[in-house]
């Protein structure tokens, strides 16, 4: 800025009306009327809005996973458990008497409820297991009326779910109509000695009813250690068998999945 009094102490008066007419010709500087600090406000504003509009890209990008790990299965709900059957109840005696209290209602049900014999247990034990079997049967026709796509689409979210560390309640789901995958060679050996008397003679001898008799971990641990004794000719029957049976199940399968196509 152009020092006005250091002029006019040097000239007095002239000096000072030339000083003032230098001044009007060459104002103070003013940021808002410079061309080029005009841009600086508009580069911000370009960065605010990419940096805006990369967080809605974000967002979107997320909302997007999340509906993807959602599942689209609308299954039967599950059977309620006897404590369940019970608390309902009780809720249902306390909207009669028009006192609806959740938290007070939960607490004094749970009370009452342990309080209950085995015998006045038993009916909501019972009921409940009718609820049960008849929860199952609904599920697995359910699940058998569902298209393949879908099958595969959530098992496909169970797994990423499973694989994430959240593993209750998210187990794959069977295909109930999709063809049943062979035995191998040593299960089709172990089928085989459970039902075919001939064949359990033929490798535990005198040991044959003994065997059968004893408990089903029992017999698959003595089954195991014979396996490793048998002839190589022995095994290569059931060996040869599993490949014959992978071959038609391989077939059946892709016939099968090619069919919802």
């Keep these: 800025m152009i020092n006005v009094s250091r002029i006019t102490q040097l000239f007095p008066l002239r000096g000072a009306i030339q000083c003032r007419q230098f001044s009007q010709s060459f104002p103070v500087f003013d940021p808002e009327l410079d061309p080029t600090a005009s841009t600086k406000p508009a580069v911000k504003d370009a960065d605010k809005e990419k940096a805006k509009k990369q967080k809605e890209k974000e967002k979107e990008k997320a909302r997007k996973q999340k509906d993807a790990m959602k599942t689209k299965l609308n299954p039967?709900?599950?059977?309620p458990t006897p404590w369940q059957l019970f608390f309902t109840e009780e809720l249902e005696k306390a909207r009669q008497q028009g006192k609806v209290e959740i938290g007070v209602i939960?607490?004094?049900?749970?009370?009452?409820?342990?309080?209950?014999?085995?015998?006045?247990?038993?009916?909501?034990?019972?009921?409940?297991?009718?609820?049960?079997?008849?929860?199952?049967?609904?599920?697995?026709?359910?699940?058998?009326?569902?298209?393949?796509?879908?099958?595969?689409?959530?098992?496909?979210?169970?797994?990423?779910?499973?694989?994430?560390?959240?593993?209750?309640?998210?187990?794959?789901?069977?295909?109930?109509?999709?063809?049943?995958?062979?035995?191998?060679?040593?299960?089709?050996?172990?089928?085989?000695?459970?039902?075919?008397?001939?064949?359990?003679?033929?490798?535990?001898?005198?040991?044959?009813?003994?065997?059968?008799?004893?408990?089903?971990?029992?017999?698959?641990?003595?089954?195991?250690?014979?396996?490793?004794?048998?002839?190589?000719?022995?095994?290569?029957?059931?060996?040869?068998?599993?490949?014959e049976a992978k071959k038609k199940y391989e077939q059946v399968k892709h016939e099968y999945e090619n069919s919802f196509l």
């Design 76 to 79: 039967p709900k599950q059977a």
């Design 106 to 243: 939960s607490h004094s049900a749970s009370e009452l409820y342990k309080k209950l014999t085995d015998s006045e247990k038993q009916p909501y034990i019972e009921q409940s297991k009718q609820l049960r079997t008849k929860q199952a049967k609904e599920f697995a026709d359910y699940i058998k009326s569902l298209p393949l796509d879908l099958l595969k689409r959530e098992n496909s979210i169970r797994s990423k779910l499973r694989k994430q560390g959240k593993k209750g309640g998210v187990q794959r789901i069977k295909d109930p109509n999709a063809p049943k995958r062979p035995l191998t060679a040593y299960f089709a050996y172990l089928k085989d000695l459970r039902e075919n008397e001939s064949i359990r003679r033929e490798v535990f001898g005198d040991s044959a009813v003994s065997w059968i008799e004893s408990s089903i971990i029992e017999q698959s641990k003595t089954a195991s250690d014979k396996w490793k004794e048998l002839s190589d000719d022995f095994k290569q029957t059931y060996k040869d068998r599993a490949t």
